[in-house]
């Protein structure tokens, strides 16, 4: 029988962080390929991880993994879908039960972006 082993990430490492409004959030992500945000304690966001090298897959295997950003908005509760002032609709994932998805946004929420 196959092993599995869970072995989370031991780096992150994040390029940048942008930081807008609902409307600006939910523009962009519908502009993309796969509309849809996550949501995390009062944070709807989404990760982009930077372009595949072969430089970036060691990193993978040495445990580290790097993102180019992140981009984030504040959004008290959850809800399946949230709509623009202009009526552009995004999917939203919770997903408050992954454990690196909370850590990722404990960590956002640390750092002076968050009040800015």
């Not at 849809?36 to 445990?63: C, H, I, P, R």
Request: hydrophobic share 40%; aromatic share 12%; proline share 1%.
């Amino acid at each position: 029988m196959t092993e599995f082993i869970h072995k989370p990430y031991d780096k992150i490492y994040v390029r940048d962080m942008i930081k807008l409004d609902l409307d600006d959030l939910i523009g962009m992500m519908s502009s993309l390929e796969s509309a849809n945000a996550y949501w995390v304690d009062g944070v709807l966001f989404a990760s982009f991880a930077m372009t595949e090298s072969e430089e970036l897959a060691k990193k993978e295997m040495q445990n580290e993994m790097y993102l180019d950003k992140i981009i984030f908005a504040k959004y008290e509760n959850y809800t399946k879908t949230v709509k623009s002032s202009t009526n552009l609709e995004i999917g939203i994932l919770n997903m408050s039960k992954s454990k690196l998805y909370k850590d990722l946004i404990a960590w956002l929420k640390s750092q002076s972006i968050w009040n800015e």
